[in-house]
């Protein structure tokens, strides 16, 4: 059974940083391309920045130069590094994985961006 669970999320100050983890078992990690999603209330969920099993990364416009994607395929892990953040930015976000063509999410963990 594929599990994702993220953690790290929290409440930071215009401008701090926050580390996101998500924590993969039930397959074998290192084969699969891994993607963060955010959900502000009242909007739909967004693509936010994606890690190929290779380690090549893309990323939304909105947080280009701010975000950094990585994976640690021997702890199972992917991470999202969240830099100068924006009241924008504040979303419930999702660790994705698309394995054998069916689409399995973490629960979420809350980033919200506040003075």
């Known amino acids: 059974q594929v599990q994702l669970v993220e953690s790290g999320g929290g409440s930071v100050q215009p401008g701090g940083s926050l580390r996101l983890s998500c924590a993969a078992s039930?397959?074998?990690?290192?084969?699969?391309?891994m993607d963060w999603y955010r959900q502000a209330p009242g909007k739909q969920r967004e693509l936010v920045a994606s890690?190929?099993?290779?380690?090549?990364?893309n990323y939304a416009d909105s947080v280009k130069g701010r975000f950094t994607i990585s994976r640690d395929n021997a702890k199972n892990t992917v991470y999202l590094q969240m830099n100068s953040l924006k009241p924008e930015d504040t979303a419930v976000y999702y660790c994705?994985?698309?394995?054998?063509?069916?689409?399995?999410w973490g629960r979420g963990t809350q980033a919200t961006v506040s003075s």
């Open positions: 994705h994985a698309l394995v054998l063509y069916r689409d399995y």
């Open positions: 039930g397959i074998i990690f290192s084969r699969y391309p």
């Open positions: 890690i190929s099993s290779g380690g090549s990364a």
